[in-house]
């Protein structure tokens, strides 16, 4: 069986969709899984090896140049190439009507979320058979759910991310071991942890574990932080510019990762790496880390969590991670 996974965006979406991936490896090992999504989050879908092809689209870019030809082209491409690979059945599983247009291009039968359970219910009638997922739960279960009524196995109590970093996310530079990344940067400044709060939990995590600290960024607004908070901090170190795969591989080995909310705490998370997400704006329950006992969730919207605090939970994660 060959199928079509439709998850377009955006990078968290992505990651939370990896645990059904990794269910589907486990009980229909035989289905050959192909997945499309935006050009920029395609390295997220390579890190799980179950994932076949990945085919990838510019929405993002497209929708601002659809008076040009060259834009249509590239869409024709892509409907070739997807028409070209003969799957039995394509997988919408983020139930929008965006994504439901791009799973319409195989020219085979899409599946999906049903109209009550789809973000976009209209999304449901390009589909030939919907599922209810109910709302209120997580993205990784409903996700999984979905999974399990269209390929047709319960869904299973152990979750797995099941990723590999492959080789060439490999950093050139060698890393200061041991090392935890502060994960500073998010889309919102609602979202964002006071610099020094951030200043007090490194140095903490450099006096009593004797860590060295990588601060990653995506912008210059999110560099001039980093070199804000390293400047304070001898042992801090600016990364330089890396795409997703190259991040991978600095979260995958470092001893424990403190983020605000944002796509790159997901991954620390799927990687099983220690992990505790600072959330100052949004609700854990419905945006947080799936929870282990090396993976926790501190504060909620209008309550900032201090330095202490953190530092006690990321502590606990490390130890936890390096007893089991």
């Keep these: 069986m060959k199928v079509l996974l439709v998850r377009l965006s955006s990078m968290g979406d992505l990651i939370h969709t990896l645990p059904a991936v990794d269910d589907l490896s486990r009980f229909c090992p035989g289905v050959e899984l192909h997945w499309l999504c935006e050009a920029g989050f395609a390295d997220i879908a390579r890190l799980h090896p179950f994932v076949k092809k990945v085919h ?42 965006k994504s439901a247009l791009f799973a319409k291009m195989a020219g085979v039968a899409v599946k999906g979320l049903d109209n009550a359970s789809a973000r976009e219910g209209l999304a449901a009638w390009f589909y030939r058979q919907g599922y209810a997922v109910p709302k209120g739960r997580n993205a990784v279960w ?13 869904l299973p109590d152990n979750l797995h991310f099941g990723l590999v970093v492959p080789d060439a996310g490999r950093l ?44 990653p960024w995506g912008n210059e607004a999110e560099r001039h932080r980093a070199e804000q908070i390293a400047a ?16 991978a591989y600095l979260l995958r080995h470092a001893q424990g990762v403190a ?28 945006t947080g880390v799936q929870e282990s006992v090396w993976a926790r969730n501190i504060g909620n919207a209008g309550q900032i969590p201090a330095v202490d605090e953190v530092y006690k939970v990321l502590a606990e994660c490390i130890v936890a991670k390096q007893s089991g």
């Excluded at 399990?148 to 319960?154: C, E, L, S, T, W």
């Excluded at 890393?175 to 939990?201: E, F, M, N, Q």
Aim: proline share 3%; net charge positive.
């Design 172 to 215: 050139q530079t060698d890393l200061r071991h041991p090392y935890c990344v502060a994960l500073h940067a998010t889309s919102r400044d609602s979202k964002l942890w006071p610099v020094g709060h951030w200043i007090g939990l490194l140095e903490k995590l450099h006096t009593e574990r004797g860590c060295a600290v990588y601060l």
């Design 56 to 97: 990838t689209m510019r929405w993002r870019q497209w929708r601002k140049q659809l008076a040009k030809k060259e834009t249509w082209r590239e869409i024709c491409r892509l409907k070739a190439d997807l028409r070209q690979e003969h799957y039995d059945f394509v997988l919408d599983s983020q139930g929008l009507m």
């Design 232 to 247: 304070k901090l001898p042992f801090a170190e600016v990364c330089g510019k890396m795409n997703l795969l190259q991040a």
């Design 142 to 154: 409903r996700n999984r759910a979905l999974f399990g009524q269209v390929f047709g196995y319960d």
């Design 259 to 286: 983020g605000v909310d944002t796509g790159l705490l997901h991954l620390a998370n799927a990687l099983d790496t220690p992990v505790v997400g600072i959330f100052t704006d949004t609700d854990p329950v419905k």
